[in-house]
T-cell receptor
Framework: DAGVTQSPTHLIKTRGQHVTLRCSPISGHKSVSWYQQVLGQGPQFIFQYYEKEERGRGNFPDRFSARQFPNYSSELNVNALLLGDSALYLC???????????????FGNGTRLTVT | KQEVTQIPAALSVPEGENLVLNCSFTDSAIYNLQWFRQDPGKGLTSLLLIQSSQREQTSGRLNASLDKSSGRSTLYIAASQPGDSATYLCAGAYNNAGNMLTFGGGTRLMVKP
């Protein structure tokens, strides 16, 4: 099986712009989660989606939004970019079949976003 | 508030040493505790998942333990190798699907030949 894939790998944007990051989960995984990792810190939870519904949201402003498509791929959107949004954005998937209960998270290699 | 702390932040050891990485969490209502490895500029690789009802998990030279009552987990690496050099992250899952994780800041490990 191919792993979690994310695109693009790197992105440079200017303050105030909008960005869309994309993620394809492992085949058969129905749950996708998004994390932000600032340099030198552990990842912070942003969103979790299951079967196209938002199931969880971390402590991030409304400028951050996401959605999941019928094929279980996902997009993370960030509006009105700030310098502090510069980070590695990680997507993860887990769960096969009808449940994601207690199955390990599989992460992609992330999108490195730089805001200037 | 759920907080996860990892000590030390960085560790350097000679090849062949056995070592222990520490993780502590403030909220014992976790569903599972996961350990990950992260190489520079890369994503996270899952190493071990310990369910809340378990005490430990083993995979090869890795052994992770979980003590919910004290809010602690340890990752034991036996016979360390230079290829083990990476950042190790622990994370507590506070939902039963195990995908809304609270991460520690990581321990950066360097194993010297």
């Amino acid at each position: 099986d191919a792993g979690v894939t994310q695109s693009p790998t790197h992105l440079i944007k200017t303050r105030g712009q909008h960005v869309t990051l994309r993620c394809s989960p492992i085949s058969g995984h129905k749950s996708v989660s998004w994390y932000q990792q600032v340099l030198g810190q552990g990842p912070q939870f942003i969103f979790q989606y299951y079967e196209k519904e938002e199931r969880g949201r971390g402590n991030f402003p409304d400028r951050f939004s996401a959605r999941q498509f019928p094929n279980y791929s996902s997009e993370l959107n960030v509006n009105a970019l700030l310098l502090g949004d510069s980070a590695l954005y990680l997507c993860a998937s887990n769960g096969r079949g009808r449940t994601t209960y207690n199955s390990p998270l599989h992460f992609g290699n992330g999108t490195r976003l730089t805001v200037t | 508030k759920q907080e996860v702390t990892q000590i030390p932040a960085a560790l350097s050891v000679p090849e062949g040493e056995n070592l222990v990485l520490n993780c502590s969490f403030t909220d014992s209502a976790i569903y599972n505790l996961q350990w990950f490895r992260q190489d520079p500029g890369k994503g996270l690789t899952s190493l071990l998942l310990i369910q809340s009802s378990q005490r430990e998990q083993t995979s090869g030279r890795l052994n992770a333990s979980l003590d919910k009552s004290s809010g602690r987990s340890t990752l034991y690496i036996a016979a360390s190798q230079p290829g083990d050099s990476a950042t190790y992250l622990c994370a507590g899952a506070y939902n039963n699907a195990g995908n809304m994780l609270t991460f520690g800041g990581g321990t950066r490990l360097m194993v010297k030949p």
